[in-house]
C-alpha cells in the first residue's frame, strides 16, 4: 500500500493554515479585558474552530483519497490514496463528542466559576 504524499503534505499545509486563521480570529474578536487571560477557554476555541473546520475538510479528503475508483471501500486500495478514511472519520465523530459532553461544558463551569471579587483563598478549579 502506496501513501500519496501528496494528500499527506496537503492536510499538513491546511490544518497550519487552519490553526494560523483561527489564532487571528480569536485575537482580533478577544473581549479587550480578557487579554492575555482565560487561556483554556481561547484554547478550547481554537480547538473547536479547527475541529469543525477539520470535519468539513474530511469529505473532500476522502473523495481525493478514493481517486474516483468504486473499489476502494475497503476490497482493493492499492489504487487508492493509501490513507485509512474510516480511522479518520472515527477520530473526528469522537473529538466532536468529547467537545460537546466533556470539554465545552467543563469549560464554561471552569470560565464562570471566577467571578471577579479578588478572593482567590481556593483555585477556580476547585469551585
Not at 84 to 95: G, K, P, R, T
Request: net charge negative; proline share 3%; aromatic share 12%.
Amino acid at each position: 500500500m502506496e501513501i500519496d504524499w501528496f494528500l499527506v503534505s496537503m492536510i499538513c499545509l491546511v490544518f497550519v493554515i487552519l490553526i494560523i486563521t483561527n489564532i487571528y480570529l480569536i485575537v482580533h474578536f478577544q473581549h479587550p479585558s480578557d487579554k492575555n487571560e482565560a487561556l483554556f477557554p481561547k484554547l478550547l476555541v481554537l480547538m473547536g474552530l479547527t475541529l469543525s473546520q477539520l470535519t468539513i475538510l474530511l469529505l473532500p479528503l476522502d473523495v481525493a483519497n478514493n481517486s474516483g475508483y468504486a473499489g476502494c471501500d475497503g476490497y482493493d486500495i492499492s489504487v487508492c490514496g493509501g490513507l485509512n478514511m474510516e480511522i479518520a472519520w472515527e477520530i473526528v465523530y469522537f473529538s466532536v463528542l468529547a467537545f460537546v459532553v466533556l470539554l465545552i461544558p467543563f469549560a464554561i463551569f471552569y470560565y464562570e466559576a471566577d467571578d471577579g471579587m479578588g478572593n482567590h483563598q481556593e483555585s477556580q478549579l476547585c469551585r
